[in-house]
């Protein structure tokens, strides 16, 4: 079975531009939550969704947003980029059902200039 | 105050020896807790889980929870050069899905 893929790998963008980044959680798991991890430092929270429905935000201003699709898919959009947004953006997906481990896809570094 | 707290490293120890990580959280709500390694460049790995007072060994490793103390540890026993990495301490309330994690430590081991 796969695990969880992130998409792009790595992407360079200058400031004040936008960036989606993407997530495909592993089979048969309904929740997806986005966490941004700046060098050094433990992953912080962004957003949790659960059955395309936020179920939890971190606090994180109103340029990050998300969604996800029918298929439990997630993307990760940030608007007017910040240099402070430059970090690995990890996506965790959990199955929910008695389990409530997360698991991390293979992240996607930002940076910007 | 942050949520969860790790004690400071980086933490060097010998080929074979006893690596000790260290973690407190603040949210007496808090119910499961993790231990994730994580490889320079690279995601977080889960190692264990521990949800319950007490000890929990897996292999070489061996989480311990205290909740009244609000402790967290991880043991590494019989220490190999690729545990070297660094070590998240992650704690969760019940019923949340987001994960409070420390900062991590850096575990070197010289062969």
């Known amino acids: 079975d796969a695990g969880v893929t992130q998409s792009p790998t790595h992407l360079i963008k200058t400031r004040g531009q936008q960036v989606t980044l993407r997530c495909s959680p592993i089979s048969g798991h309904k929740s997806v939550s986005w966490y941004q991890q700046v060098l050094g430092q433990g992953p912080q929270f962004i957003f949790q969704?659960?059955?395309?429905?936020?179920?939890g935000r971190g606090n994180f201003p109103d340029r990050f947003s998300a969604r996800q699709f029918p298929n439990y898919s997630s993307e990760l959009n940030v608007n007017a980029l910040l240099l402070g947004d430059s970090a690995l953006y990890l996506c965790?997906?959990?199955?929910?059902?008695?389990?409530?481990?997360?698991?991390f896809g293979a992240g996607t570094r930002l940076s910007v200039l | 105050q942050k949520e969860v707290e790790q004690n400071s490293g980086p933490l060097s120890v010998p080929e074979g020896a006893i690596a000790s990580l260290n973690c407190t959280y603040s949210?007496?709500?808090?119910?499961?807790f993790f231990w994730y390694r994580q490889y320079s460049g690279k995601s977080p790995e889960l190692i264990m889980s521990?949800?319950?007072?007490g000890d929990k060994e897996d292999g070489r490793f061996t989480a311990q929870l205290n909740k009244a103390s609000q402790y967290v540890s991880l043991l590494i026993r019989d220490s190999q050069p690729s545990d070297s990495a660094t070590y998240l301490c992650a704690a969760q309330n019940k019923g949340d899905y987001k994960l409070s994690f420390g900062a991590g430590t850096t575990v070197t081991v010289r062969a």
């Open positions: 965790a997906s959990t199955l929910v059902s008695g389990e409530d481990i997360q698991y």
């Open positions: 949210d007496r709500g808090s119910q499961s």
């Open positions: 969704y659960y059955e395309k429905e936020e179920r």
């Open positions: 521990i949800y319950s007072n």
